[in-house]
């Protein structure tokens, strides 16, 4: 059984940073590709960030120069470093095992003053 487990969401002002994890259980970790989505109230859920099994990133031209996704393959985990965040990038987060339907319960990120 595959358990996506996200962490790391909170209040944080605008220009402050958080950094998202998700740790995966029941998956050959190394061999897939990991996504950040997020959604905001009364919005659908949108791409984020994505990270290919060999380390290719790619990024909503949004959260571009901003954000980071990384992964640790020893820890099955993959993060999401949010820098210079905005009120707009308030929103439930949510990780993801690329092509499939494995989604986590979600993080909160509120940013505000």
């Known amino acids: 059984q595959v358990q996506l487990v996200e962490s790391g969401g909170g209040l944080v002002q605008p220009g402050g940073s958080l950094r998202l994890s998700c740790a995966a259980n029941?998956?050959?970790?190394?061999?897939?590709?990991m996504a950040w989505y997020r959604q905001a109230p009364g919005k659908q859920r949108e791409f984020v960030a994505t990270i290919g099994s060999s380390g290719t990133t790619n990024y909503a031209d949004s959260v571009k120069g901003r954000f980071t996704i990384s992964r640790d393959n020893a820890k099955n985990t993959v993060y999401l470093r949010m820098n210079s965040l905005k009120p707009e990038d308030t929103a439930v987060y949510y990780c993801n095992v690329v092509f499939t339907n494995h989604w986590g319960q979600g993080t909160q990120v509120t940013v505000s003053s």
């Open positions: 029941g998956i050959a970790f190394s061999r897939y590709g």
